[in-house]
């Protein structure tokens, strides 16, 4: 079973960087599509960037195009996402959570299996 656990978040400035790192603890992702998703207060769930298990099709939120990057590793133990010129409206807990391989990388039903979340706060 894979077990996603997410690190790398924290306090933040506006404009700065930071990547957030989703490491598979158990199985490796390596059959498993993984998305990134975030959570506001009083949001819900938004999917930021989904990357597939062989890393030929990748998906953005439209909020986040130009500044964000998923990768994954090549060995199945990390995926990373990579946040470039950061606002307060990228705030919030950030989860990582896998796809069996084949399902739609947008579909948030379609990711069984969920990390406990990072919080990422930015500062003005």
């Known amino acids: 079973q894979v077990r996603p656990v997410e690190s790398g978040g924290g306090l933040v400035q506006v404009g700065d960087s930071l990547t957030l790192p989703c490491t598979a603890s158990g199985d490796p992702f390596t059959d498993f599509n993984v998305g990134w998703f975030r959570q506001a207060p009083g949001g819900q769930y938004e999917l930021v960037a989904g990357?597939?298990?062989?890393?030929?099709?990748?998906a953005y939120a439209e909020s986040v195009k130009g500044r964000f990057t998923i990768s994954r590793d090549n060995n199945g133990k990390r995926v990373y996402l990579r946040m470039n010129s950061l606002k307060p409206e990228d705030a919030a807990i950030y989860y990582c959570a896998a796809a069996f391989y084949g399902r739609d990388l947008n579909d948030p039903t379609s990711y069984v299996y969920w990390g406990q979340g990072t919080q990422v706060t930015v500062s003005s």
């Open positions: 990357i597939t298990w062989n890393a030929g099709d990748l």
